[in-house]
C-alpha cells in the first residue's frame, strides 16, 4: 500500500465565536442591537451575547437566525447544515467500505474527508474520522500509523462533550493496534481502561464489552495465560448469547476454539469452530467462514485426520482467494506447508511456505505468520538435508518471534536449531538449544 499522509490537526472552533458572528451578521444586516432585539429581547441582552457573557438556547438560536435570514447552524456553530451533511456524507461512505473490507478505498475516502470535517469544527466528527483511518489502516497493516490516528482521537475525546463509551471505542481499537505490534501488556491495559469506561457509562455497551473481551482474550493467549483467555471468552459468550447478536456469538465461539485448541482440548476445540462456522454461513459471511475453515483444516490433522484437514484447506484457499487479501491467502498457505510437511512432503511444504511468505512481505502486524512460515519452510529444509539454508532461515524465523514477546514461539525457533545442531553432530549446541527452550517455557503459565 502505498504511504499516506496521517497527520491530523485537532478541530478548534470554526471561524469565530457565535458572538462575533452574530455582531458580523448583524452590521450587514444593517441592523442596531435594539433593531434585532425588536420585542422578544433587550437590547442589553444581545451585547451580552455578542460579547460571549451569555450562551443563549437552542430556541434562542433559531429566532436569531430567522430574523438574520441565515440558518440556525451556521449561526450556532459557524458551518452550514450542508456543509455539516456534506462532511457526515463522506464519512458514512468511508464507514459503509471498511465494513465492505475495502480498506484502501475506505482510507482515500477518509483522506478525501478531512477538508470538510475540519471545516465543520465539529470535533465528533474528526473523532470519527480519525478512529475510523485509524482501524482501516490497522487491517491494511498500518498499525503504527493507526497508533498515531488514535492517540489525536484519545486527545479529543477528553472532552467534557463526549461520553465514557466514546473514550472506551477509542481506547479499545488503541488496544487492538497495540495488539498487532506485538506490545501485550500495553494492549491489556488498554483493554482494562476500556472496560472501566465501559462501567461507567450509563449508555448500552454490550457488543463493546464481548469485543473487548475478545480481543484480550487473544493477549492473554499469546501469553500462554490460558486461564484468564478462557474467563474472558466465557463472559464474551455469555454477553453475546444474551444479545442474540449472531456475529458477536460466532466471533466469541471461534476465540473459545483457538483457546481450547491451544490447551490440547481437539475435539472440543472442534466443535467450538463448527458452531462459528455455522453461524457466519448463516451471515454469508464467505470470509470468516474461509478463515474458520483454516483453523477446522488444522484440528483435523491433529486429530488425525489429514486427508480431510487438506480438503478443509482447500476449501479455504478457494474463499480466501474470492474473499480475502494476501495475508488471508498466505496464512492458509502456511497451515497447508506445515501439513505437508508433517506428512512427509517436505518439497511441497517448501513450495507453500515460501508462497506464504512472498504473500506476507514484511508485515510487522503478521509476525506471528511469517514467524512460522519461516519455521516450516527452515524445517523442510533441514529435512531435504540442505542445512546450510535451513539454518539461515531458521535464523530468520528466531528474529521475528523475538519482536512477539512470546516465549513460546522462541522456544518452537530454538528446538527446530536444536534438530539442526543434532543432525550436523554437534551435540552440545543442540542440549544448548532444547535446554534454552525448555527453560522459557517453565516460565509461562499453564
Not at 326 to 342: I, W
Given at each position: 500500500m502505498p504511504a499516506r499522509a496521517t497527520s491530523r490537526t485537532p478541530a478548534s472552533p470554526h471561524g469565530s465565536r457565535l458572538g462575533d458572528r452574530l455582531r458580523q451578521l448583524r452590521v450587514s444586516a444593517g441592523l442596531t442591537q435594539t433593531d434585532l432585539a425588536a420585542d422578544r429581547f433587550s437590547k442589553e441582552y444581545i451585547s451580552q451575547i455578542e460579547r460571549g457573557k451569555t450562551r443563549p438556547t437552542r430556541e434562542t438560536i433559531d429566532w436569531l437566525a430567522a430574523r438574520l435570514g441565515v440558518d440556525p447552524t451556521f449561526l450556532a456553530s459557524g458551518v452550514s447544515t450542508d456543509e455539516r451533511a456534506r462532511a457526515e456524507a463522506i464519512l458514512?461512505?468511508?464507514?459503509?467500505?471498511?465494513?465492505?473490507?475495502?480498506?484502501?478505498?475506505?482510507?482515500?475516502?477518509?483522506?478525501s474527508a478531512l477538508g470538510a470535517v475540519v471545516a465543520t469544527g465539529a470535533a465528533e466528527l474528526q473523532v470519527r474520522a480519525l478512529s475510523g483511518e485509524a482501524w482501516a489502516r490497522m487491517h491494511g497493516g498500518e498499525p503504527r500509523a493507526a497508533i498515531g490516528l488514535l492517540e489525536q482521537a484519545r486527545e479529543l475525546v477528553e472532552a467534557p462533550s463526549f461520553a465514557d463509551l466514546d473514550r472506551s471505542e477509542v481506547v479499545f481499537?488503541?488496544?487492538?493496534?497495540?495488539?498487532?505490534?506485538?506490545?501485550?501488556?500495553?494492549?491489556?491495559?488498554?483493554?482494562?481502561?476500556?472496560?472501566?469506561?465501559?462501567?461507567?457509562?450509563?449508555?448500552?455497551?454490550?457488543?463493546?464489552?464481548?469485543?473487548?473481551?475478545?480481543?484480550?482474550?487473544?493477549?492473554?493467549?499469546?501469553?500462554?495465560?490460558?486461564?484468564?483467555?478462557?474467563?474472558?471468552?466465557?463472559?464474551?459468550?455469555?454477553?453475546?448469547?444474551?444479545?442474540?447478536?449472531?456475529?458477536?456469538?460466532?466471533?466469541?465461539?471461534?476465540?473459545?476454539?483457538?483457546?481450547?485448541?491451544?490447551?490440547?482440548?481437539?475435539?472440543?476445540?472442534?466443535?467450538?469452530?463448527?458452531?462459528a462456522k455455522s453461524l457466519f454461513e448463516e451471515l454469508a459471511d464467505r470470509l470468516t467462514v474461509g478463515?474458520?475453515?483454516?483453523?477446522?483444516?488444522?484440528?483435523?490433522?491433529?486429530?488425525?485426520?489429514?486427508?480431510?484437514?487438506?480438503?478443509?484447506?482447500?476449501?479455504?484457499?478457494?474463499?480466501?482467494?474470492?474473499?480475502?487479501?494476501?495475508?488471508?491467502?498466505?496464512?492458509?498457505?502456511?497451515?497447508?506447508?506445515?501439513?505437508?510437511?508433517?506428512?512427509?512432503?517436505?518439497?511441497?511444504?517448501?513450495?507453500?511456505?515460501?508462497?506464504a511468505l512472498r504473500r506476507l512481505g514484511t508485515r510487522e502486524d503478521r509476525l506471528d505468520e511469517i514467524g512460522n512460515a519461516r519455521l516450516v519452510l527452515g524445517r523442510a529444509l533441514l529435512a531435504q538435508d540442505r542445512l546450510d539454508e535451513a539454518e539461515s532461515v531458521l535464523g530468520e524465523a528466531e528474529d521475528a518471534f523475538a519482536q512477539l514477546s512470546s516465549g513460546a514461539h522462541n522456544a518452537a525457533a530454538w528446538i527446530a536449531q536444536g534438530d539442526l545442531a543434532q543432525r550436523r553432530g554437534d551435540d552440545r549446541a543442540a542440549a544448548a538449544l532444547y535446554r534454552r527452550a525448555a527453560e522459557t517455557l517453565q516460565d509461562f503459565r499453564f
Open positions: 458514512a461512505r468511508a464507514e459503509a467500505l471498511a465494513e465492505l473490507r475495502e480498506y484502501d478505498r475506505a482510507i482515500d475516502e477518509y483522506t481499537r488503541l488496544g487492538v493496534a497495540r495488539y498487532l505490534i506485538s506490545s501485550i501488556p500495553t494492549a491489556i491495559a488498554l483493554f482494562g481502561e476500556a472496560l472501566a469506561l465501559l462501567e461507567r457509562s450509563s449508555l448500552p455497551s454490550d457488543l463493546m464489552r464481548v469485543n473487548i473481551l475478545n480481543w484480550r482474550s487473544r493477549c492473554y493467549r499469546r501469553q500462554r495465560d490460558y486461564e484468564a483467555a478462557r474467563d474472558d471468552v466465557g463472559q464474551a459468550l455469555e454477553l453475546a448469547g444474551s444479545m442474540d447478536d449472531p456475529r458477536a456469538v460466532g466471533e466469541a465461539y471461534f476465540q473459545a476454539s483457538l483457546i481450547a485448541e491451544r490447551d490440547g482440548h481437539w475435539v472440543l476445540a472442534r466443535t467450538y469452530a463448527e458452531r478463515r474458520l475453515l483454516n483453523n477446522l483444516g488444522g484440528l483435523e490433522f491433529l486429530l488425525g485426520r489429514p486427508e480431510q484437514a487438506i480438503v478443509r484447506l482447500n476449501e479455504s484457499f478457494e474463499l480466501a482467494l474470492e474473499h480475502g487479501n494476501d495475508d488471508d491467502v498466505a496464512t492458509v498457505v502456511s497451515s497447508l506447508a506445515q501439513v505437508r510437511l508433517r506428512t512427509g512432503d517436505p518439497v511441497a511444504a517448501e513450495e507453500h511456505a515460501r508462497h
